[in-house]
């Protein structure tokens, strides 16, 4: 597989300190049968803070109706997160479905709004070919792990999102949403998606994201000022993340 760039801030000790933990995971004396359930022997500290980040997040909306959303899945790991939090916090609630929306071919539609990072540009943050359906199969093997797995909870929407969440809205009219993630990091879909989400989120609702204040990323936050006025919402963080925030609908 082609190595994939991906924007870091990284210094170049901890650049190398990853490259070794890579080395290690690769040349593992772990057997066959041990490694997925020793995987976080791997997990790096900022992995593990996001974790407990969506674990604090999900804490919030257990007592709100309606559906998970996130907007950009890239690789799935918050989906997988947060697939595998339902079926520890509430097993039983057939009802929180838990969607995802990515082009899974980078960036699109990469507007002035954006900035001039180098990094920012269409096609960037791109995965492998196909890299969907394997997602589609790894969220379902991790569902077949808790209660009511006959019932599918989860499902991954590939295109351009400004396009497809309405689509998925008419034909779905009925979806209430109790938490949308924004990782597009760019302003359109973020402004689009935002916008159309309004009158699908009730009180208590909880809508996060991953770069706001960013200034690699500045369109989410132009985005989010655009549709919802940040003099009008108490952007709030968790103890856990210095990047990921959130509010609540009131």
Known sequence: ?????????????EIQNRQKLLELMQKTPLPQNELVSNAALFLKRQELQKLLFFNDIYQKILDVHGVIVEFGTRWGQNLVTLSN???????????????????FEGFK????????DEKTKDGAFSVSNGYEEYLKELMAAHENESPLNHIKKHEIIKGDASLELKKYLEQNPQTMVAFAYFD???????????????????????IGFDELNDPKFPGETIALNEILSLRNVAVKRSRFSGMQSYLIVE
């Open 184 to 206: 597009f990091d760019i302003y359109k879909p973020t402004r689009d998606c935002l916008e159309m989400l309004l009158t699908h989120v009730t009180k208590g609702s909880i």
């Open 109 to 116: 539609n990469v507007s002035a709004f954006d900035g001039h």
């Open 85 to 103: 939090l339902r079926g520890i916090y509430e097993p039983y609630n057939y009802n929180r479905k838990i969607i995802g929306f990515d082009t």
């Open 1 to 13: 597989m082609n190595k994939i760039e991906i924007s870091s801030i990284a210094s170049e000790k």
